[in-house]
């Protein structure tokens, strides 16, 4: 089963990749590797779950922010890449930047919402390098950012 019909199998349509919002490409291809820049958790291009993790942001909201990053990630590479994300060998690396209060301490579980995803599209192909941050503030108010770095094959 390639990834494609594995998002199907979770009810994932990968959406229309949203335009940068700055001076910057969604993508960036250096020999086999394909960094995709910080993704953020939006739906029909507006951003869907905003605020701060540990004030008004639960964790379970944080993971599916997570979650929809890593689904506008593969959005991006599927629209790049000559033949989409059948071109991807591994996913290589997964950086997440949740905006939280100084006190909130579960970033790594909310990141887990990307990365339980990126296993579940591409099986063990999936098990990645991983970053998570809490930052202050994110673009537009976002919860979550996500970015990837991948493996052609």
Known sequence: MNV?????ELGITLPR???PVATYVPVS???NLVTVSGQLPAID?????TGKLGLNVSIEEGQHAARLCLINVLAQLEAALPSGLASIAKVVRLGGFIAATPEFSQHAVVMNG???????????????ARSTVGVASLPLDAA???EGTFWLG
């Open 4 to 8: 494609i019909e594995r998002l199907a």
């Open 17 to 19: 990749p949203m335009p």
């Open 29 to 31: 291809i250096a020999g």
């Open 45 to 49: 291009g507006k951003v869907a779950v």
């Open 114 to 128: 990307a990365s339980d995803l990126a296993v579940a599209a591409f099986g063990d192909l999936g098990r990645h």
């Open 144 to 146: 979550v950012e996500v």
